[in-house]
């Protein structure tokens, strides 16, 4: 009896004293949730956005933390799967008990977990995600990036000025895809083009052969598609196979649909972005990263969330306060045109949605650049 006492009573021991340390840790950290696409179609991206975080939380950190304390991001991994991001934002809310939460990438992810998030009352931060939705997400959602009505304004006035008149569209069957379908097309034949093929592609197919040879018949002018990184190869590839680079290809979310296209098969292209550094802020941010990671940011939303840390840390300093109400507070009062981040200045207006969000014209030449 007293053996079996004994072989019990260690790991008991462990585990309390790892109970305490895990506390004595959350004391002296102060903390912020982020779910991210770290592996799935999406992982190019989210890893990109990843690298951002952790040079933001060295940026806080290098300027003395918050509220006094060391700052930390918990990075929770979505796996492109709307479920695992709903559990992994529970689990920030009801384990690690965060007052703000960032991302996801998509639209058909962010949304409901975002909607748990306000329901629970914690701060949502959009960094990504680009569906109308985002905007009557509620109360406790913030939205530092330009939602798809701004974007297809952008990218059909990009396209008309470009000189294409009947184009084939192509995008993912999700609430983003149909979002730019619909607003696309709504927004060029304003301008008096005209949409001659909109295809709506299934999500992880092995070939969109199929949806390729229906959008050529209609001998388009161009084609304009936005898609997910590793789906997107696919269609770039299949493609060019079919000769279909012989018109030109302009993408929407262009950094997004090449992230994991071939060099030689991207080259070329032309599409636009969600602005992506601005002034000395922006400067010196790329060359951070660049230093930091031996590399370029891959993607263009790597600043939205380096900006979301940075002034969700700003307003946990101007609460003097990690409790969640309070945090949100100071976000609004910052939102009213006082932050200056490295995507540009951040003024959200009543519904806590970005003022004036900037977009890009881009091109691949071996990497994006601008046009």
């Not at 982020?34 to 990843?50: C, H, I, P, Q, Y």
């Not at 200045?345 to 071996?366: H, S």
Request: hydrophobic letters at 40%; a positive charge; charged letters at 20%.
């Amino acid at each position: 009896m007293s053996l079996k006492f004994r072989t019990l009573r260690a790991p008991l021991a462990l585990a309390f004293s790892l109970a305490i340390s895990s506390s004595a840790l959350a004391l002296d950290t102060v903390q912020m949730g982020a779910v991210l696409s770290l592996t799935g179609a999406n992982a190019t991206v989210g890893e990109d956005v990843r690298r951002a975080v952790a040079l933001a939380v060295d940026k806080v950190n290098a300027d003395g933390g918050v509220l006094g304390k060391k700052f930390n991001v918990i990075v929770e991994d979505s796996g492109g799967n709307a479920t695992t991001a709903l559990n992994a934002a529970r689990k920030l809310v009801s384990v690690d008990k965060v007052p703000v939460v960032i991302g996801e990438y998509s639209s058909g992810i962010t949304l409901p977990m975002a909607q748990y998030l306000v329901k629970e009352g914690v701060a949502h931060i959009n960094i990504a995600s680009t569906s109308v939705k985002i905007r009557d997400l509620g109360a406790s959602s913030f939205n530092l990036i330009g939602l798809e009505d701004k974007g297809n304004q952008f990218s059909s006035k990009d396209v008309w000025d470009l000189g294409y008149r009947n184009v084939a569209l192509v995008a993912p069957n999700n609430a983003y895809g149909q979002g730019v379908v619909h607003g696309f097309k709504q927004e060029f034949e304003k301008l008096g083009g005209k949409v001659v093929t909109e295809v709506l592609y299934t999500a992880g197919q092995s070939t969109y052969r199929r949806e390729l040879q229906q959008m050529s018949r209609s001998q388009p002018d161009a084609y304009i598609y936005t898609a997910y990184g590793q789906e997107s190869a696919v269609i770039n590839r299949e493609a060019m196979e079919l000769g279909l680079r012989s018109q030109p290809w302009y993408a929407i979310l262009i950094s997004m649909s090449l992230s994991d296209t071939a060099p030689d098969i991207a080259k070329g292209q032309l599409g636009m972005e969600v602005g992506s550094v601005y002034g000395a802020a922006g400067k010196a941010y790329a060359d951070a990263f660049a230093a930091k990671y031996k590399e370029g940011m891959k993607t263009s939303y790597t600043g939205y969330a380096y900006d979301a840390v940075l002034l969700t840390a700003a307003a946990m300093n101007k609460a003097k306060s990690t409790d969640t109400a309070a945090v949100q507070a100071a976000l609004k009062d910052l939102g009213k045109g006082g932050y200056v981040g490295v995507t540009g200045p951040i003024v959200l207006d009543a519904d806590r949605q970005r003022i004036d969000p900037p977009y890009a014209k881009l091109k691949y030449d071996g990497k994006v650049v601008p046009r």
